[in-house]
Each structure stands twice: as C-alpha cells, then as structure tokens.
C-alpha cells in the first residue's frame, strides 16, 4: 500500500452550514427511498388496503336510497374524502418505524458518531420521505377513485386536497417520530399503530356524516384531526370551492372550511413543539 | 502530547457503576489497547470518547478538543468502529459508504476517490455491491472499518475490531491497523484478546470495575511483573492429591516465589521463580522423591499472568465467563437512545 491513509493537513474543513445540512439530509432520504424501492410491500399494502375499503364500502352502500346523504352526493363520492384522508394519516403513522428500528437495531448510533451539521436532519429526512409516501398513496387513491366514477377535484380542488393532506401528515408524523422516540421498542410502537389506526377512522366523518351518529360517537368525530381533513377534501370534491361555507356542523357549533385548516395548522404546530424538547434530548 | 485525556470518569447507570474514576492517557500516535474482563467498562469509556454519552463527572480531551463542550468537532476528528456492527442490510456495501461520506460532509468527487481507495485496500472489491445482508461477520466487519476510516480521522477508536472473526481476516484487520499507525493515526482499541495487544499495542491499559489497574507498554508490564515461569507435570493426569502433595515439596525450594495447582490442565503446577537457577534445584527435589518429570517448561511472563496478576484471574477464566454471561441482543439494546 503505496496511498497514505491519512493526510493530517487536509481534513476536510467546515463547508457551509446550509449546504452541509441539504447534504447529509439528502443522503438520509435517499436511504430511506432506497429501503422503500427494495421492499415495497408496505407501500403497496398502504393502497392496498384503501382500495378495498373503497371499493368494498362503496359497493356496500352503492344501493342505498337517493337523498340519504346531505346534499345528495353519492355514498361513493361522499366515501372517497374519507378514504384519501385516511391513506395519508396511516401512512404517517408509520413514519416513526424506520426510526425505532434504527435507534434498536444501532444504525442510529452510527448516525450520532458522525459529525451531522444539525441532529434535526434526521427527522427532516423522515418527514420528506413519509410526505412523499403518504401523498403518492393518496394520489393513487384518488386516481382510482376517479376511475371507479366517484370524481375529480379538478386542479384548484388538487392543491387544496394536497395542502390539507399536507398539514395533517405533518403533525401525525410529529406524533409518530415522538412515539418513536418515547417508547421502547417497535413492538410498542406497532401495538400503537395498530390500535389507533381504525378507531381513528370510525370516529371520524370518513364513513358516515355526524348527522348519522349517536351523539358520544358526534362528539368524537366532531374532535377528530381526521374529520378536519376529511371536510375540506370532500368540499373540494363537491364543486366549485368556497372554504368561507360552513363544512361541518358539530355539536359544539359550526366550522367554516377556514376553520378546519386553521385546526389542522395549530394541530400540526403544536405537535412539532411537543415532541421538539423530546426530540433535543434524545438527539442531544 | 496525547491525542485523547481523560480525567476521572464516573458514569452510572442507575446503581450500576460503569466507570468510576477512570483516568487514561492515549499518546499521540500510539496503538493503545485496553484490556478488561466482561463489564470492566471498556464500551463504557470508548462510547464517552466518541460523544455517544457523556460521563457524570470527569474530563474528556480528544485532540486537544473539550468534547464536552464542542462534540461535534470531536466526531470530525474521530473514527469509531463499534462492538456491535450495526449496518443497513438492505443497503450494499457501496451505499452504505456513500451515505457515511455525506454524513461527514465529504465532497462528492473526493467521496468516490476515498470509497475506492477504501475498496481496494480492504480487498472489498467482488462484493462490495451486494446488500450487506448477505455478508459475513468478517465483510461486516471490513465494511465497518472502511467507514469509520472515509474521513481520514487522526484518532481511529475500535471496540473489539476481531472479535469473532476468523483468523484471516483478524490477521487483515491486524496488518491495516500496524500500517494506519505507520501513517501517524493515533488508534484506542479494546479486546478480549490477548494476543491482539500483544501483537498490535505498544500501550496499553486493563480496566477493571471502571478503573485502570495497570497501564505501560506490554514489555514494561510484564518485566514490572517480575520471576519466571515454570510448567510442570509429574504425570500426564495428575490428581488433587498428588499435585498438592508436589506443591508442599516444591514451595519451600529456593527462588520459588508462588506454585499454582491448575486443574484445568491436568493438575499441572504452575511455578513464579525468581530466575533460571531454581531449575536444577526443583529437579533435584522431585529426584530425591522419586517423581518423574512427565513436562517441564520454563517462559519470561506473558501477558496473561500481567492480566492474572492485576485482575486475579486468568483470561481464560473470564472468557468462559464471558461466552457464559454475554447476550449481546441485550447490548445492542443497552445502546439505544
Ligand atoms: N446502557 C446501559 N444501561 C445499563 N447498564 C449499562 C449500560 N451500558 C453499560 N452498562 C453496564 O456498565 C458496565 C460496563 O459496561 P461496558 O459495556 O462498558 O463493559 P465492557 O468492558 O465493554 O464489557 P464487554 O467486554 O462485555 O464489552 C457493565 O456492568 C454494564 O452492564
Ligand atoms: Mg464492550
């Protein structure tokens, strides 16, 4: 070996903050992409399973009298909001696992060694990735939606779908990658995914309008994040969009299109600022 | 100059007392090792070298740098191969090092350079494009060591770099590490081997119960030690009796300092002497007793007796305790954040 291992003089000097934070970061997500492309199945099985309740719920109901639900719409149109939502918020659940295994299985550790420019890297690339995943899911959603005749938002409907998709991933993410964090193992964290997933669903307005439920269960729904999503996105599904209309009528009164934004916004916000202590003190 | 200082560490965890008050200086450009039984505390210290925990109490320097106060410019200078390898199976070889070279800023044409350079020097070539799923402990490990070195730190730290591994690439791990440190890398390594220190360290120190027991170069520790020593059977399977019957004999000739029943060995006797004169003298001792000698051999003291001397125990001992005691599922568990 004629090559010298180690020139002292030229180790590598500090390159700008900015650029170094994009490098590692971009090389964490392609990691994570990386992962995904060679084991596709949980991707696949986050369409999957929308699909079937899409196109199981929405055969279920496709007889159901005319003018059952408010405004008219179809069960099948009505139901595809509910679905859309609901793919991105499992989607997001699960944006904590790669990091809890990394953090068992001690790839985390090699990530801690390194000379990162900020620690925040690590989640920024978890948050990249699961947005992607999560919207790319919600996108195909409604693709098939639209091809099993139950609508198209048309393009201003689009950026309004994928915002509000956006402000909730954000903050189940926040909430996942603190789970990640706070409990001790995936086994946890799974049981966690598991348990939230469909009761988060049911007591939601993604199956059935509040009008339809008894009044615990109203009130449920009526406090659910998924039910703030789940309004805007069927407005938008619904027509021309005037987010100034009342969308939800809840027991505790009525919320405007805006009004379900600005929750989902405080919701998201106050999350990150949640788990950012958590987060410091794990990464510290 | 020392390329790492550390003053009186203490680090619990909960009642267990990991380190207390380890005190340890790597001078600039040695090959260091450290020595310990099981739960000495040798993870412990490297793991607080590489800003992975901090200590209670104590002071850490790691080229000429407080890493207490300024970790991050510690990880630039530092290169930690862990105990446990934790690699990405689903990634190849190549990826995982590429990854490694963002995470240390490298730029991107230097970072391809490095990684072949790397490559080649591990003779990683025929698989470093499979996934690291299918490699075996000693790829694993070659990987391991490849990123640790992608920066080219100045101060390499290995937490039992060979164990485990088979006796080729232990002996390829020990030849890059004899060249690293020709180059000027400054390199902290922990071991259960003896034969590892010996080979490799010019320094060393045996940790136990969170504190350095003894510290020098091997040749210093073990002439320190002093006496020589003296194997001895009178048959090839001897008994309780008869060896301690031979232990009464032969204590009280001149020059023996110290005799041993090992039963390990058959009931061998283990002698400390103070030179080679005592020979002649035990030989005609057992003559005048009609015993026979079955096997005699005469050494300098080897390390493992510095090691018997200073923890009171043969590593052998605390090696079987080791394979009996260690879960190493548990350790890697220990180390999560
Ligand atoms: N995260 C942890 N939680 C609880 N106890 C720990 C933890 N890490 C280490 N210990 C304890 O601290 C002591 C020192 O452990 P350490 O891993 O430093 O020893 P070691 O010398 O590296 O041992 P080995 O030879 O087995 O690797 C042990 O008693 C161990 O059980
Ligand atoms: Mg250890």
């Given at each position: 070996?004629?090559?010298?291992?180690?020139?002292?003089?030229?180790?590598?000097?500090?390159?700008?903050?900015?650029?170094?934070?994009?490098?590692?970061?971009?090389?964490?997500?392609?990691?994570?992409?990386?992962?995904?492309?060679?084991?596709?199945?949980?991707?696949?099985?986050?369409?999957?399973?929308?699909?079937?309740?899409?196109?199981?719920?929405?055969?279920?109901?496709?007889?159901?009298?005319?003018?059952?639900?408010?405004?008219?719409?179809?069960?099948?149109?009505?139901?595809?909001?509910?679905?859309?939502?609901?793919?991105?918020?499992?989607?997001?659940?699960?944006?904590?696992?790669?990091?809890?295994?990394?953090?068992?299985?001690?790839?985390?550790?090699?990530?801690?060694?390194?000379?990162?420019?900020?620690?925040?890297?690590?989640?920024?690339?978890?948050?990249?990735?699961?947005?992607?995943?999560?919207?790319?899911?919600?996108?195909?959603?409604?693709?098939?939606?639209?091809?099993?005749?139950?609508?198209?938002?048309?393009?201003?409907?689009?950026?309004?779908?994928?915002?509000?998709?956006?402000?909730?991933?954000?903050?189940?993410?926040?909430?996942?990658?603190?789970?990640?964090?706070?409990?001790?193992?995936?086994?946890?964290?799974?049981?966690?995914?598991?348990?939230?997933?469909?009761?988060?669903?049911?007591?939601?307005?993604?199956?059935?309008?509040?009008?339809?439920?008894?009044?615990?269960?109203?009130?449920?729904?009526?406090?659910?994040?998924?039910?703030?999503?789940?309004?805007?996105?069927?407005?938008?599904?619904?027509?021309?969009?005037?987010?100034?209309?009342?969308?939800?009528?809840?027991?505790?009164?009525?919320?405007?299109?805006?009004?379900?934004?600005?929750?989902?916004?405080?919701?998201?916000?106050?999350?990150?600022?949640?788990?950012?202590?958590?987060?410091?003190?794990?990464?510290? | 100059?020392?390329?790492?200082?550390?003053?009186?560490?203490?680090?619990?965890?909960?009642?267990?007392?990991?380190?207390?008050?380890?005190?340890?200086?790597?001078?600039?450009?040695?090959?260091?090792?450290?020595?310990?039984?099981n739960g000495a505390g040798k993870t412990s210290t490297l793991r607080i070298i590489c800003t992975l925990i901090a200590p209670d109490s104590g002071k850490v320097t790691v080229a000429g740098i407080n890493a207490?106060?300024?970790?991050?410019?510690?990880?630039?200078?530092?290169?930690?191969?862990?105990?446990?390898?934790?690699?990405?199976?689903?990634?190849?070889?190549?990826?995982?090092?590429?990854?490694?070279?963002?995470?240390?800023?490298?730029?991107?044409?230097?970072?391809?350079?490095?990684?072949?350079?790397?490559?080649?020097?591990?003779?990683?070539?025929?698989?470093?494009?499979?996934?690291?799923?299918?490699?075996?402990?000693?790829?694993?490990?070659?990987?391991?060591?490849?990123?640790?070195?992608?920066?080219?730190?100045?101060?390499?730290?290995?937490?039992?770099?060979?164990?485990?591994?088979?006796?080729?690439?232990?002996?390829?791990?020990?030849?890059?590490?004899?060249?690293?440190?020709?180059?000027?890398?400054?390199?902290?390594?922990?071991?259960?081997?003896?034969?590892?220190?010996?080979?490799?360290?010019?320094?060393?120190?045996?940790?136990?119960?969170?504190?350095?027991?003894?510290?020098?170069?091997?040749?210093?520790?073990?002439?320190?030690?002093?006496?020589?020593?003296?194997?001895?059977?009178?048959?090839?399977?001897?008994?309780?009796?008869?060896?301690?019957?031979?232990?009464?004999?032969?204590?009280?000739?001149?020059?023996?300092?110290?005799?041993?029943?090992?039963?390990?060995?058959?009931?061998?006797?283990?002698?400390?002497?103070?030179?080679?004169?005592?020979?002649?003298?035990?030989?005609?001792?057992?003559?005048?007793?009609?015993?026979?000698?079955?096997?005699?051999?005469?050494?300098?003291?080897?390390?493992?007796?510095?090691?018997?001397?200073?923890?009171?125990?043969?590593?052998?001992?605390?090696?079987?305790?080791?394979?009996?005691?260690?879960?190493?599922?548990?350790?890697?568990?220990k180390s999560m954040r």
């Amino acid at each position: 070996m004629t090559k010298s291992l180690i020139e002292i003089d030229s180790l590598p000097s500090e390159g700008w903050p900015f650029s170094e934070i994009i490098q590692e970061t971009n090389a964490l997500t392609r990691r994570l992409f990386l992962q995904l492309m060679r084991r596709p199945s949980t991707l696949l099985a986050g369409i999957l399973q929308p699909l079937i309740w899409l196109v199981l719920f929405g055969a279920l109901f496709s007889k159901a009298p005319d003018g059952l639900l408010p405004g008219g719409t179809s069960y099948g149109r009505f139901l595809g909001a509910g679905v859309i939502v609901f793919t991105a918020f499992s989607g997001a659940l699960n944006a904590g696992l790669p990091v809890m295994f990394d953090r068992e299985f001690g790839f985390l550790n090699r990530l801690l060694v390194a000379p990162l420019r900020s620690r925040k890297s690590i989640v920024f690339a978890s948050v990249i990735y699961i947005t992607t995943i999560s919207l790319l899911q919600s996108l195909a959603i409604m693709w098939t939606a639209s091809l099993l005749g139950y609508g198209w938002p048309g393009l201003g409907g689009l950026l309004l779908v994928s915002f509000t998709l956006l402000l909730l991933v954000f903050a189940v993410t926040a909430l996942s990658l603190g789970l990640a964090f706070a409990l001790p193992g995936h086994i946890e964290l799974i049981a966690v995914i598991f348990v939230a997933n469909l009761p988060f669903l049911f007591a939601s307005t993604a199956l059935a309008p509040i009008s339809f439920m008894p009044s615990w269960l109203g009130w449920l729904a009526a406090l659910n994040p998924l039910t703030f999503a789940i309004e805007p996105i069927r407005a938008a599904y619904a027509g021309p969009i005037d987010l100034g209309i009342v969308l939800l009528h809840a027991p505790y009164g009525e919320v405007s299109g805006y009004g379900c934004l600005f929750v989902l916004l405080i919701l998201t916000v106050g999350l990150f600022f949640l788990i950012s202590p958590l987060l410091n003190r794990k990464l510290a | 100059m020392f390329a790492i200082e550390l003053q009186k560490l203490m680090k619990s965890y909960g009642s267990v007392k990991a380190l207390n008050g380890l005190t340890l200086n790597v001078p600039e450009g040695s090959l260091y090792g450290l020595l310990g039984p099981n739960g000495a505390g040798k993870t412990s210290t490297l793991r607080i070298i590489c800003t992975l925990i901090a200590p209670d109490s104590g002071k850490v320097t790691v080229a000429g740098i407080n890493a207490l106060v300024n970790p991050r410019k510690v990880r630039r200078e530092l290169g930690y191969v862990a105990q446990e390898v934790a690699i990405d199976k689903i990634l190849t070889g190549r990826e995982l090092l590429n990854l490694q070279g963002d995470l240390y800023h490298l730029p991107q044409r230097d970072k391809g350079k490095r990684i072949s350079e790397l490559i080649g020097l591990l003779d990683m070539g025929d698989w470093i494009d499979r996934r690291c799923g299918s490699y075996s402990g000693g790829m694993r490990r070659r990987v391991d060591l490849a990123s640790g070195l992608l920066h080219q730190p100045k101060i390499l730290v290995l937490d039992e770099p060979t164990v485990g591994l088979d006796i080729e690439s232990r002996s390829a791990i020990w030849e890059l590490l004899l060249q690293l440190k020709d180059q000027g890398t400054t390199l902290l390594l922990s071991s259960h081997y003896l034969e590892e220190v010996e080979t490799l360290a010019d320094q060393m120190a045996i940790i136990d119960d969170g504190k350095v027991i003894a510290e020098g170069s091997p040749d210093e520790l073990k002439r320190a030690l002093g006496g020589d020593r003296v194997t001895l059977k009178v048959r090839e399977f001897s008994n309780a009796r008869e060896s301690e019957k031979v232990k009464e004999l032969l204590v009280n000739v001149d020059g023996v300092r110290q005799v041993v029943i090992n039963r390990a060995q058959g009931f061998s006797l283990n002698l400390v002497v103070d030179n080679q004169g005592s020979l002649p003298l035990l030989k005609e001792k057992l003559a005048q007793n009609n015993l026979q000698i079955f096997a005699m051999t005469h050494s300098l003291p080897s390390l493992d007796d510095v090691y018997l001397q200073a923890t009171g125990r043969t590593l052998l001992d605390a090696e079987l305790e080791m394979t009996a005691s260690r879960d190493l599922r548990k350790e890697s568990k220990k180390s999560m954040r």
